[in-house]
């Protein structure tokens, strides 16, 4: 795991760093600077509140998971978790190394390898069934701006996995240990999909809330419906949490809202406060545990 997360970590650095630079070339101007002075700072607290809420969902819906089957920690616990799992899904390809993240901070706590993985499984499902609600709402609002994150996606995937497929493959041995649910357990269920659903919701508002501390009017149905195709996009890119996917894919994605001396600072803006933020907090935590862990 220690090496996969390294390997993650290395690629999305270079990631980064050649999207964040094609975009402050492409997009930054003085009026840019401007805009940054300019922006509406309660929308921005607004967007800190969102990403509290965003971890809160996170946390609850392991913490039902957890408790179904006898795993018990605290729920300040299980924001420390919530971080570090985004750290993990956002240094690995197809966000896999949240799941894994989520299985070394259970057995943290010295539970059963199946327990554990009943779990993460559970979590895992509860989130994909969002996506496949939402498939309909994709396909509807199919458009230029849908086929242009596709086509992204389509390059990153044939550039990058090569150079992925090792650490994708130890990922997999995880789904050995799979346990399903019983039919006890299917209510635990429900209310993970019930809190699934509210974060990737959450998600999709970090946007519309920054798009208003740029003194934008926002059509909400809109602008959420323009997203859909970059989520799918982010959740199931090669690239490390859909670095360099997220990052031009939001200039796709958000151009007809902002002026061209505001998109390149939107976006950058929004991914810094949706993902890397936490994962930033998250790469921190980690270190502390896997720290504490070695000293014992």
Aim: hydrophobic letters at 50%; aromatic letters at 16%.
């Amino acid at each position: 795991m220690r090496r996969t997360f390294l390997y993650g970590t290395l690629i999305l650095s270079l990631l980064l760093f050649a999207s964040f630079s094609y975009i402050v070339f492409k997009t930054f101007s003085k009026e840019t600077f401007q805009a940054i002075l300019s922006l509406k700072r309660k929308y921005l607290f607004l967007g800190l509140f969102l990403l509290f809420l965003y971890h809160t969902f996170d946390n609850v819906r392991l913490f039902i998971l957890s408790r179904a089957v006898g795993i018990r920690y605290s729920f300040l616990y299980g924001y420390v978790m919530s971080l570090v799992n985004t750290f993990g899904a956002t240094v690995t390809p197809a966000h896999l190394g949240g799941e894994l993240a989520s299985v070394y901070m259970l057995l943290r706590k010295r539970e059963g390898i199946q327990r554990v993985m009943s779990v993460v499984t559970m979590k895992a499902v509860s989130g994909g069934v969002f996506f496949l609600v939402a498939l309909p709402f994709l396909l509807t609002n199919y458009g230029s701006t849908t086929l242009k994150v596709l086509i992204l996606l389509t390059l990153s995937s044939v550039l990058i996995y090569p150079l992925l497929r090792r650490s994708g493959s130890s990922l997999r041995r995880y789904w050995t240990y799979v346990k399903v649910f019983t039919y006890r357990r299917r209510r635990y269920l429900v209310f993970s999909l019930l809190a699934s659903f509210s974060l990737y919701l959450t998600f999709l508002l970090f946007a519309p809330v920054l798009l208003l501390s740029f003194g934008k009017e926002v059509e909400l149905g809109r602008v959420l419906g323009d997203q859909i195709a970059l989520l799918y996009a982010l959740f199931v890119s090669p690239t490390p949490g859909g670095s360099g996917v997220g990052e031009i894919g939001g200039l796709f994605v958000f151009e007809s809202y902002l002026r061209p001396h505001e998109l390149g600072l939107f976006v950058l803006i929004w991914r810094f406060l949706s993902q890397y933020l936490s994962a930033l907090a998250g790469g921190l935590l980690f270190l502390l545990c896997l720290a504490k862990d070695l000293r014992r």
